[in-house]
């Protein structure tokens, strides 16, 4: 009689909702998801990554206060078309709006995007037709399956606990938690440095640190999908009190397989005339402006003999706009060799572009391009 007792009280609590599947391994369901999700092409997506102390800046003295946002990335996708807004703290260095970020539309395989861009002729408060070919210094800087997969590859799968069940996007969602082990390589991952010294990897620079906390979260969906992963972790750089860091990762995929999502066309742009790309090796270090102004403010800087790209010159030919490896602003003429390739580069803002309309609603410069 005491042996059935017992039975019945362990087939009870074995029946408690979610009881068995909290014992079942979740690394296979986990690792099918994340092959799943990444095949998603009708989608709404977001990134968030915050950062601060030392992780904001790893150069600063004493390091800053308060959270900066490295990366606000929001972005609708339907199939082939992505309409995107991208907001960071290198948006200015960059060559965008540093409040308005990067605005993107790719429809029909046609790209577009509002002005100023680091791209010759663009410098107009207008919507551009940038065509079907991909133009330097205008991508989408944040690949989502890229993202997906830098915040599930270095997590063991396997050892993934449950612990709760949330409603979320519509759906069920069961909820897994990570180890500490899971977000130290999750975060190294980001290529955020927490560190002075160049010399030591990131993965080095995690490791010598003083974790105070750390978090990974999962959710896995009842339809199959990764709909959000959270991560974030705090603590001292090379474990000194007066390094502090914290770093926050948020991705969050909502909609998913909404045919309603639309991408909206912009009209009334302005195509962009091709001109040869003009590239030269500068000729002595200088600091990249972000005006043609001695005293403007700067978002970069080149070495000697450092390869760069001229987009525009100023009318008397005193500055040169370019796109480097870090960064689009102006640089003095004497920073440049005196080429006659100089000659072939256009004057800010003559003739660079010509209209084009189109019959669809255009976004206006400023807004979400998304629905």
Do not use: H
């Amino acid at each position: 009689m005491r042996y059935i007792y017992l039975c019945a009280i362990l087939a009870a609590l074995l029946c408690q909702p979610g009881a068995v599947r909290a014992q079942s391994a979740p690394g296979p369901a986990v690792l099918d998801a994340v092959e799943r999700t990444a095949a998603l092409t009708t989608y709404r997506a977001a990134l968030r990554v915050t950062a601060s102390g030392v992780a904001a800046n790893p150069l600063a003295t004493p390091p800053p206060g308060g959270e900066t946002v490295l990366t606000d990335f929001n972005a609708v996708f339907n199939g082939a078309d992505v309409g995107l807004t991208y907001r960071a703290s290198d948006a200015a260095a960059r060559g965008f709006d540093p409040t308005l970020g990067l605005q993107m539309i790719i429809a029909r395989g046609v790209t577009y995007a509002p002005g100023p861009l680091p791209v010759s002729g663009a410098t107009e408060t207008r919507w551009y037709n940038l065509g079907r070919r991909a133009t330097a210094g205008v991508q989408p800087p944040v690949d989502v399956i890229t993202v997906l997969r830098a915040l599930t590859e270095p997590v063991d799968a396997t050892k993934l606990t449950r612990v709760r069940s949330e409603q979320f996007d519509g759906r069920s969602c069961a909820v897994y938690r990570g180890s500490q082990a899971d977000v130290v390589a999750v975060m190294a991952r980001q290529s955020r440095a927490i560190s002075a010294d160049p010399g030591v990897s990131i993965q080095d620079q995690f490791a010598q640190a003083r974790i105070d906390r750390a978090e990974y979260l999962l959710w896995l969906c009842n339809d199959g999908y990764i709909r959000q992963i959270r991560a974030n972790v705090a603590g001292s750089a090379e474990g000194k009190r007066t390094l502090p860091f914290r770093l926050d990762v948020q991705l969050r995929l909502t909609e998913i397989g909404n045919r309603a999502l639309r991408v909206p066309v912009p009209r009334d742009t302005l195509v962009l005339r091709p001109i040869p790309v003009v590239a030269l090796a500068t000729s002595a270090a200088s600091p990249v402006r972000s005006s043609p102004a001695a005293d403007a403010a700067e978002v970069g800087r080149v070495r000697a003999r450092e390869s760069v790209q001229l987009l525009d010159r100023s009318a008397d030919a005193r500055w040169y706009r370019v796109l480097t490896a870090t960064a689009a602003g102006w640089l003095p003429a004497t920073a440049l060799p005196p080429a006659a390739a100089r000659s072939r580069v256009p004057v800010v803002g003559q003739g660079a572009a010509t209209p084009a309309a189109t019959t669809a609603t255009p976004p206006s410069p400023g807004a979400t391009p998304t629905p």
